[in-house]
RNA sequence: CGGGGUGUAGUAUACCGGUAGUACGCUUGGUUUGGGACCAAGUAGACUGAGUUCGAUUCUCAGCACCCCGACCA
């Protein structure tokens, strides 16, 4: 991509409405667009990232047996009735319509009761479970109060996977097996050192459900962990009882500030029930089917990603999730053959390249690409022309330049 | 939803009861070119409505929007 047809711009001055860091770089560095409180529009970049996120997601869900699916944003109200779940006392965020022949729709928040419904057309027979289907899709929440840019909004896009289970074991294992593929997403997105399997509170359904939470001090929760025993839990569910059952002393926990980026939750057979999903096992016996739920805020994480990884100039993405792979910045004032040319090689060698071709100086190019946050960096200048090798850095450290050879540059991006 | 705050150009800001100044951006010309250059000439603005007043961007009230703290977060 020619940067000189990157439809956005960066700022050089933080907008004055946005406090927190995800916010105020993403704006400024052009990912993001504010549409209204807690509403995003997601420009080239920011989409970049969106989708190198939901390809990592989407690999680990594929790993687990899942199948992507997508749903609808409009739902049917009585769906929700059967389940208690319509009634705004009850869930407080719902954005609700009605339609020209005066149906009530609701817009999706969540996407439980549509799905299990969804899933009596197709799960009869102990024979078609365990059934594991997974979405990406916006979600529309009217929370009274949108805070900390893409970290809590009104519209945002959310990985939800639901499992379909025969039995407790059946969904045991399933649960156990997307808490691991779950922490392989955070590592690779980068956050896994700062992210921790957390007990939470498990609703009506269950003891327990678990969150998967980032140490981050723009974060809404707050949780307790023990790094060593690798032990993490909410406050709003500490309790003597659960140290006691853990094996821990409440000194021996750190109080931490957290994004909440992931959540897994088991919802047992109620709901099953509620919606009359039900199969038939080998004696011919009506049986209910175990529901799991499993959630990634891809936006929040976006935002959380941002919050962990930036400088007093800007982004700093991990690779996995870079907009781009490479900034390759050009100097050349009169002729750019040479730049034209490493830019060719470059894209025909697979790399997937940001090339600031802009007619502008040096100064401008160099905060530009720090605000991006591209984590490799090649510069073509008069000085590099003559040389075989090409200037190298890195976002993390854009002043230790060395000269490397373009097999050696390739290399370092794969 | 309770409390607090803020609305001036594309962005960030200043002053003022007598119709608004600066910086960045953008346009044109010139000089520059390894960390957001310089000169010149342009471009573009008071959230909405009502009230007070000879006169309101400024004061008052209402509405709307945005931000922060709390509450909420299945």
């Known amino acids: 991509m020619r940067q000189r047809h990157l439809f956005t711009r960066t700022q050089k001055q933080a907008p004055r409405d946005e406090v927190t860091k995800n916010a105020e770089l993403l704006i400024r560095a052009g990912f993001i667009y504010k549409e209204m409180a807690g509403v995003y529009a997601y420009l080239p970049l920011g989409l970049r990232v969106i989708e190198k996120i939901k390809q990592i997601i989407r690999d680990e869900m594929n790993a687990l047996g899942g199948q992507e699916i997508t749903m609808t944003s ?5 769906l929700w009735q059967k389940t208690d779940r319509w009634d705004d006392d009850v869930v407080d965020i719902w954005f609700k319509s009605t339609l020209k022949n005066g149906t009530d729709v609701g817009l999706a928040w969540s996407h439980e009761e549509p799905i299990t419904d969804m899933m009596k057309s197709f799960i009869h027979s102990y024979k078609d479970v365990p059934v594991f289907v997974y979405q990406f899709q916006t979600k529309l929440r009217n929370e009274l109060r949108a805070k900390s840019g893409i970290l809590r909004g009104r519209e945002f896009i959310m990985k939800d996977m639901y499992s379909y289970t025969a039995n407790e074991q059946e969904h045991e294992s399933f649960y156990n097996k997307t808490k691991e593929a779950y922490m392989n997403v955070f590592n ?5 050192g ?3 399997i957390t007990f939470a509170s498990g609703g009506a359904f269950t003891e327990f459900s678990h969150e998967f939470q980032t140490i981050t001090d723009a ?3 707050t949780i307790y962990i ?3 025993k690798n032990i993490a839990i909410n406050e709003e569910v500490l309790s003597d009882t659960m140290l006691a059952d853990l094996g821990v002393s409440r000194d021996e926990l750190e109080k931490v500030k957290t994004a909440e980026v992931g959540n897994i939750f088991n919802f047992g ?3 099953c029930q509620q919606l009359g999903l039900t199969i038939t096992d080998e004696r011919g016996e009506m049986i209910p089917v175990h529901l799991g739920s499993y959630g ?9 990603i941002v919050e962990l990884f930036h400088d007093a100039d800007g982004i700093m993405w991990p690779e996995s999730v870079a907009p781009f792979q490479l900034h390759l910045i050009s100097l050349l004032q009169d002729s750019t053959d040479h730049a034209e040319e490493l830019y060719k090689r470059l894209v025909d060698a697979g790399v997937d390249v940001l090339y600031d071709d802009r007619d502008i100086r040096p100064g401008e190019k160099f905060k530009d690409a720090d605000l991006i946050g591209i984590p490799h960096r090649v510069v073509v200048s008069e000085k590099t022309v003559e040389t075989e090798k090409l200037e190298y850095s890195h976002r993390t ?3 230790e330049k060395s000269m490397i050879s373009f097999e050696q540059l390739t290399q370092r991006i794969q």
């Open 74 to 78: 409009m739902q049917r109200k009585d």
């Open 188 to 192: 690779r997105v980068g956050l896994g």
């Open 194 to 196: 700062n992210t921790f």
């Open 219 to 221: 974060g809404e929760d």
């Open 226 to 228: 023990n790094r060593e």
């Open 269 to 271: 057979t109620a709901k």
């Open 296 to 304: 990634i805020g891809i936006t929040r994480l976006m935002g959380t």
């Open 397 to 399: 450290a854009t002043r």
